[in-house]
């Protein structure tokens, strides 16, 4: 079993829509928790970090996390063109653990 | 403020060649990793420096690949000799001492071998 898991996808949702993107992880060890969005051919982009259980929100995004049951998710509310791209999960205790990324693509 | 700059941004080479990489963090960023990422996954980290002390180097396959940094400022990530296998996008990040989390990504280099 992987530490980190995610959807590859490909993703593909209308102009407008809410996306929900999401990883399940099996350390419980981990700490904190992030998100990254990685555009082609780019390095990742760090979109949003978090240490506790609960919601973060920052604009459209907002990031979750449920330590007990080993899961976090990302929302995108009002999805644009521009946000498409791969969208990584990472967490860790000391180094990052990277989930495999999930293609979004948000049609006009 | 400048980002993590790498060179080359692309760079082909035949097996068994060898190959390295460059890396200059964001000023003030004391840590440095280099992470492969090999197409379709995420990135899987290789090797982490403090300052020019290694503190992770579990996942680096040290019969071919080496790194160094030695002022404790720029890197270099040295493959040698190169395997089909080790295709792949290498990223280099920085962050501050204790903020593992918020890491900054260069751009990457992608390597092709043939």
């Known amino acids: 079993q992987k530490e980190v898991e995610q959807d590859p996808g490909p993703l593909s949702v209308p102009e407008g829509a809410i996306v929900s993107l999401n990883c399940t992880y099996s350390?419980?060890?981990?700490?904190?928790f992030m998100w990254y969005r990685q555009y082609s051919r780019k390095g990742p982009e760090l979109l949003m970090y978090?240490?506790?259980?609960g919601n973060k929100e920052d604009g459209r995004f907002t990031a979750q996390v449920d330590k007990s049951s080993k899961y976090i998710s990302l929302f995108i509310r009002d999805s644009q063109p521009s946000d498409s791209a791969t969208y990584l999960c990472?967490?860790?205790?000391?180094?990052?653990?990277f989930g495999q990324g999930t293609e979004l693509s948000v049609k006009p | 403020e400048a980002g993590v700059a790498q060179s080359p941004r692309y760079k082909i080479i035949e097996k068994r060649q060898s190959v390295a990489f460059w890396c200059n963090p964001i000023?003030?960023?004391?840590?440095l990793y280099w992470y492969q990422q090999i197409l379709g996954q995420g990135p899987k980290l290789l090797i982490q420096?403090?300052?020019?002390?290694?503190?992770?180097d579990s996942q680096l396959p040290k019969d071919r690949f080496s790194a160094e940094r030695l002022k404790g400022v720029d890197s270099t990530l040295k493959i040698q000799p190169a395997k089909l296998e080790d295709s792949a996008v290498y990223l280099c990040?920085?962050?501050?001492?204790?903020?593992?989390?918020?890491?900054?990504f260069g751009p990457g280099t992608r390597l092709t071998v043939t």
């Open positions: 990040a920085s962050s501050f001492p204790g903020q593992p989390g918020e890491q900054y």
């Open positions: 350390n419980s060890a981990f700490q904190y």
């Open positions: 978090t240490y506790s259980s």
């Open positions: 990472a967490m860790g205790g000391g180094k990052l653990i």
């Open positions: 000023s003030g960023h004391a840590t």
């Open positions: 420096f403090q300052n020019n002390g290694v503190v992770d």
